[in-house]
């Protein structure tokens, strides 16, 4: 199996920055993909950004420019980098992949347990 864990959540002013970060760990094969998902009080929840295996990104509308998703390969660990927060950025951030494990050989999605992010003044 595999876990992914965030971190870098938390309180910040509108204009702010945060970095988040996740960590797969397990019984990893090929990670074909990872990204952030985030769902807001009340909203369904909703794909932030991607960064695949080939190193190609892709951005909600509402992030692109502010937001920047990068890897460590040999950590296997994502971030995101979320400059000029907005107050509509505030939702929970879940940390995305579709990874190949090991043992059993298996392709499918997985999940953290999400961090909370707050825009606030």
């Known amino acids: 199996q595999v876990q992914l864990v965030e971190s870098g959540g938390g309180l910040v002013q509108p204009g702010g920055s945060l970095r988040l970060s996740c960590s797969a760990s397990g019984s990893i094969g090929v990670i074909y993909r990872m990204g952030w998902y985030r769902q807001a009080p009340g909203k369904q929840r909703e794909l932030v950004t991607n960064i695949f295996s080939t190193g190609t990104t892709t951005y909600a509308g509402s992030v692109k420019g502010r937001f920047t998703i990068s890897r460590d390969n040999d950590k296997n660990t994502v971030y995101l980098q979320m400059n000029s927060l907005k107050p509509e950025d505030t939702a929970v951030y879940y940390c995305?992949?579709?990874?190949?494990?090991?043992?059993?050989?298996?392709?499918?999605?997985?999940w953290g347990q999400g961090t909370q992010v707050t825009v606030s003044s």
């Open positions: 995305n992949g579709y990874i190949t494990t090991v043992q059993p050989m298996k392709t499918q999605d997985y």
